[in-house]
């Protein structure tokens, strides 16, 4: 198994610019999160989605969509890219709610100027 | 302040030494979860607690739910022991809450 993967793992975007953060599983997980990582600040909850077609709104979902149509794939679009979007940004899946261990993908870097 | 409080933020530590990692919540919550964060970015999960203790090789972590408060323990430390070390909690629901983490330095 891959577990979860994500692409890309680097870009730079120009302020205004729009683009999608790919994130895929394959442990036919349910619960699927998109995490920000700022330097020397925990991880924010962006999005989360616990099925297929299923999404709500975590702690800073401001400046991002999400959309959940296979229970594999869980795309985070950036529209209007903001300097205050440059971050390192996670997914991760769940066999399930709180108890259950999250896997991590290798994060994408982000860098708006 | 912030519901997850680690302690402390950074650490340095010599080969073999014992180490000890705090994290305080101020919530109920149903579960805590040690991660690593490695120093090429990636995270993984060590351990998920709801009570006691539980105990990974050189790793041990215990829970304290009255006190509301974690310890993760690291027995006999490594260079390969480097990383940042993450407290998470979760409530009621499938989320997670997550404290700043503890970067920990191991010296040879």
Known sequence: NAGVTQTPKFRILKIGQSMTLQCTQDMNHNYMYWYRQDPGMGLKLIYYSVGAGITDKGEVPNGYNVSRSTTEDFPLRLELAAPSQTSVYFCASSNGRERETQYFGPGTRLLVL | ?108
């Open chain 2, 1 to 108: 302040k912030n519901e997850v409080e680690q302690s402390p933020q950074n650490l340095t530590a010599q080969e073999g030494e014992f180490i000890t990692i705090n994290c305080s919540y101020s919530v109920g919550i149903s579960a805590l979860h040690w991660l690593q964060q490695h120093p090429g970015g990636g995270i993984v999960s060590l351990f998920m607690l709801s009570s006691g203790k539980k105990k990974h090789g050189r790793l041990i972590a215990t829970i304290n739910i009255q006190e509301k408060h974690s310890s993760l323990h690291i027995t006999a430390s490594h260079p390969r022991d480097s990383a940042v070390y993450i407290c998470a909690v979760g409530t009621s629901g499938s989320r997670l809450t997550f404290g700043e983490g503890t970067q920990l330095t191991v010296n040879p």
